[in-house]
């Protein structure tokens, strides 16, 4: 339980500052779309990896979220 | 085309009146009309939530504003939801903790109870309503353009606003919120294919993704960046659209209901991953249809790119399917929200459940009505009145947290303050007051010193707070 609320935890932080970064010049640099990856512009494929990371780590949210343990206890 | 209309018009009807169908029951309880018996399961409610998610403003909205603003549109809307889900993730734990053992009867029942005080129900109730019926209008609106382009000069505009409307009650009405959300579910499958499907041909005009970007360059290459050729898409445009879309699950009922009528926790914690997959799936194509836009019909008005994009360049039996898609995203979509504030509305009634009932369906009715109208005057582009409507419940967001979460007896003033936000934001709307103070944009302040109010509210409140019905002053 202690484990699971660490990582929990550990997840919103890093949700935070994906969601973050994503409006600093790291990501949309204004003006700039090199370099492109695949032909894909920079802010674009920048900005795709970080949607896809949160889905992840949503993901990985369901699996430490503490909140399931407490709705099984709840159960039995 | 007329022929593969009738094909997938047909096959959509039939499936819709089965839906309304399986879900009708005589002697329904009106928790089970208004809450779907509050036992979705994963894939309905995935798709309920896609659905109610992804109307109109994506199929059709989001391909203009890539269009129009180019790859940041990704941001605006793709980036969002990935932080929306794991956000639902969260919230959908403390708003389901916090209404369990009891009946809930919408976010504006629950508010009022949380503060102990009707007035904080009314305020969310006014802000839902005047965000979301305008919203419901503009959807309600595309539709109608888009089957007058199809069928032109067999109906004015208005006649298929009409129409939708009466269907969309007509729905509601058999089969309540469980037809909605089968019809959702078949709304949302419907929008993934059709969306690929036009998102496909889209990309194969240009013979790849690294040609389409390349093409898209050479002609304005502003598009391939931020803030893009209107220069709307800066870092604090972005920053408050994710706030707001943040606020989603929270202020706009039709979420928020949906999140509670999850079967369990498991399952709305998958739902909540399930749906941020689906959004980069829907979202994708969305880019290859705006960037055909940029290279086939950049110097076209928005009615004109929708239908020669959606319709006219596509093979006769794609374009139909385009139709039948859209009725059902247009449809489910507004469906829910006019579904939604009848159930904001029975949380604020008092009395007899049957009178209840039946003042919660005039109330469906009357919404319907006034959406209608906004639907004939409304005229803006669908994706900036979207992102008003997302704004102006938003700003709701920090009482309802703050209601939800706080399990101290809180001062009421968060409500009258928040009252106030949205009368300054909408004096800012219809341009008596200025939208940027001090450089900042005016929502983003709004959120900012609301949120800030809400957090020196809890520090503040006092005693452990017991929620009753009958703690609620009348």
Not at chain 1, 1 to 29: D, E
Not at chain 2, 243 to 252: D, E, K, R, S
Request: proline fraction near 3%; charge should be neutral.
């Amino acid at each position: 339980m202690h484990m699971k609320k660490k990582y929990w935890n550990m997840s919103c932080v890093a949700a935070v500052v994906l969601s973050l970064v994503t409006f600093t010049p790291l990501v949309i640099p204004q003006g700039v779309s090199k370099p492109m990856l695949g032909g894909i512009p920079y802010s674009l494929w920048t900005s795709f990896i970080i949607t896809v990371a949160l889905v992840v780590l949503t993901f990985i949210g369901t699996r430490v979220h503490p909140g399931m343990e407490e709705e099984e206890e709840d159960k039995s | 085309m007329i022929f593969w209309v009738w094909v997938f018009g047909l096959i959509y009807a039939g499936l819709l009146v089965m839906a309304s169908l399986k879900s009708y029951k005589k002697g329904r309880s009106a928790e089970e009309f208004m809450m779907a018996g509050s036992n979705v399961g994963l894939s309905l409610g995935v798709l309920t939530f896609a659905a109610a998610l992804f109307s109109t403003f994506t199929f059709l909205g989001m391909p203009d504003f890539f269009r129009v603003n180019g790859v940041g549109a990704w941001i605006f809307l793709a980036v969002s939801d990935g932080a929306m889900v794991f956000f639902l993730l969260w919230f959908g734990y403390q708003i389901r903790m916090k209404v369990k053992g009891m009946e809930f009867r919408g976010v504006s029942g629950l508010i009022g109870r949380c503060y102990g005080n009707k007035w904080a129900g009314y305020v969310f109730f006014l802000a839902a309503f005047l965000f979301l019926i305008p919203y419901v209008g503009i959807q309600i609106q595309g539709i109608a353009i888009f089957m007058e382009a199809a069928f032109p000069g067999s109906l004015p505009s208005w006649g298929w606003s009409l129409g939708i409307v009466l269907i969309m009650l007509i729905y509601a009405e058999i089969g309540g919120l469980k037809a909605i959300i089968f019809s959702d579910a078949i709304q949302g499958l419907l929008l993934l294919v059709v969306i690929w499907i036009i998102g496909w041909a889209c990309l194969s005009h240009f013979g790849g993704i690294a040609p389409m970007f390349e093409r898209v360059g050479n002609i304005q290459e502003e598009l391939l960046s931020t803030p893009g050729p209107q220069g709307l898409l800066t870092p604090q445009f972005l920053f408050a659209s994710l706030i707001a879309i943040l606020m989603i699950p929270v202020t706009q009922p039709q979420f928020t209901t949906r999140i509670v009528v999850m079967k369990s926790m498991k399952t709305m914690q998958l739902m909540a991953v399930s749906l941020g997959a689906f959004a980069i799936l829907v979202i994708l194509p969305t880019i290859f249809i705006g960037m055909y836009g940029v290279d086939m019909y950049q110097e076209y008005g928005r009615d004109e790119f929708f239908a020669n994009a959606f319709l006219y360049d596509q093979p006769n039996f794609v374009a139909a399917l385009a139709i039948i898609g859209l009725i059902a995203a247009g449809l489910s979509t507004t469906n829910a929200q006019i579904f939604a504030l009848g159930s904001e509305l029975r949380g604020l009634l008092k009395g007899n459940e049957n009178s209840i009932m039946t003042k919660t369906k005039i109330g469906i009715f009357v919404f319907s009505v006034i959406a209608f109208f906004f639907s004939i005057i409304v005229i803006d582009q669908l994706v900036l009145l979207a992102r008003v409507s997302f704004a102006g419940t938003g700003i709701m967001g920090p009482m309802i947290l703050l209601g939800i979460l706080s399990n101290r007896k809180i001062s009421s003033a968060i409500i009258y303050l928040s009252f106030v936000g949205l009368v300054i934001f909408l004096l800012s709307l219809a341009d008596i007051i200025p939208d940027m103070y001090f450089g900042i944009r005016l929502d983003l302040l709004l959120f900012l010193v609301l949120g800030v109010i809400a957090i020196i509210s809890h520090l503040t409140g006092k005693e452990h707070q017991l929620i009753r019905e009958d703690d609620v002053k009348h």
